[in-house]
Structures are given as C-alpha cells and as structure tokens.
C-alpha cells in the first residue's frame, strides 16, 4: 500500500496563477483532510471532508476550494494564488474501525511558492 | 487559532538522555495525539490517549494526560540521534478533526 500520496511534491507560481494539489489514500478511509505548515507553526486544517460527497471548512478556507472526487481522492485548488499561500501542504486521511479511528495518516507534503 | 500550545519550542539534549515535551489546550477534548515530523516529511502518528485515561506506553515513549489542567505530557526515555525530529500534539474533540500545536524541535546530539 502507498498510504497517501500527494503531487505535485514541489510547485512555483506566479500570483494570480491557478493550480490543483492532487491527492488519494488506498486505505479505504471515510475522511480526508488538507493542512497548511508554516515555519514555526503547527498545521491549520483548510477543508475537510468527512465522507464521500461532502466537504467542509476548517481554519482557513479563504482562497481555496476543494473536492472529493471519490472516497480515494481528494483535490486542493487554488484559483488565483496569492504570495500568502505561500506554504507546505499537506493532505491527511482516516477511518480505521476501532479505537484508532481518528488517528490520521499523511502525504509527504506538496511546497508551494508563490511569487 | 491554535488549540495546543507546546512547550518547550526547542529542545537540545544528548544521546540516552531522557526528553519531555508539554501541551496544553483550552477546550475538553474526546483524546490527544501526538504525532512526529522528521525534517522534510509528513507527520507520522505516534500515540493516542483518551480523555479517560491519565498514562499511556508505546516502546520508549510514555504521555501523561491530566485533563483537569488541561495538559499532557510526552516523554521520551533513552533518546537516541534518530529521534532528532519536531514533535505535535493534536486534540479531537469531536468528528475526527484535529488541532494542533505548534510543535516542539528535539535536537537529539550523538
């Protein structure tokens, strides 16, 4: 199993450019999740989605969309980037039966410029 | 805004000696979680301690839950050179979401 995988691993933008992190787990989890790192600071959850074929908001959703496109992948998209976001993603699953359920499992991180 | 706040931010030790990491929250939570980030990666789970449970162990690692202050503990004991890594709480208090700290960075010196 491949766990979560995200791509692109790296990207460069130019403000006002458009992009989509891709992302999919094959662990059958119901929930998936996309954060943002900053340096020094702990992971701020973006969008959500707790099952497949509803998405939800987290901390800090401005600027972002998001779609589950099936129960195995889950898309970030960035409609007009900005030099603030700027950032490491990452996207995270869950959904083990028992009383693990709600550990998460996550990408290897997608680092994102924006100039 | 953060619910978990670590302490301390950095931490410098030498090899077999023992490492602890503080969190504290501000709301009630369902369990804790403390995940670790090697430098470049994504966060790896460590161990999770339910809101009804005060001790948990895994090998070398023991966390301590004392949800009357709001606070929990991650010690590390025999830390070796690959434990160099920054190291996350996260609480979950309902639907599986989870919210993290800032992070500690244990620098583990051979």
């Known amino acids: 199993n491949a766990g979560v995988t995200q791509t692109p691993k790296f990207q460069v933008l130019k403000t006002g450019q458009s992009m989509t992190l891709q992302c999919a787990q094959d662990?059958?989890?119901?929930?998936m999740y996309w954060y943002r790192q900053d340096p020094g600071m702990g992971l701020r959850l973006i969008y959500y989605?707790?099952?497949?074929?509803?998405?939800d908001k987290g901390e800090v959703p401005n600027g972002y969309n998001v779609s589950r496109l099936n129960k195995r992948e889950f898309s970030l998209r960035l409609e007009s980037a900005a030099p603030s976001q700027t950032s490491v993603y990452f996207c995270?699953?869950?959904?083990?039966?028992?009383?693990?359920?709600?550990?998460?499992?996550f990408g290897p991180g997608t680092r994102l410029l924006v100039l | 805004s953060q619910q978990g706040e670590e302490d301390p931010q950095a931490l410098s030790i030498q090899e077999g000696e023992n490492a602890t990491m503080n969190c504290s929250y501000k709301?009630?939570?369902?369990?804790l979680q403390w995940y670790r980030q090697n430098s470049g990666r994504g966060l790896v789970h460590l161990i999770l301690?339910?809101?009804?449970?005060r001790e948990k162990h895994s090998g070398r690692l023991r966390v301590t839950l004392d949800t009357s202050k709001k606070s929990s503990s991650l010690l590390i004991t025999a830390s070796r050179a690959a434990d160099t890594a920054s190291y996350f709480c996260?609480?979950?208090?309902?639907?599986?979401?989870?919210?993290f700290g800032q992070g500690t960075e244990l620098s583990v010196k051979p």
């Open positions: 662990m059958n989890h119901n929930s």
């Open positions: 989605s707790a099952s497949e074929g509803t998405t």
């Open positions: 709301t009630s939570i369902n369990n």
């Open positions: 995270a699953s869950s959904g083990l039966a028992g009383p693990l359920g709600e550990t998460q499992y």
């Open positions: 301690i339910r809101s009804n449970e």
């Open positions: 996260a609480t979950s208090n309902q639907g599986g979401k989870l919210i």
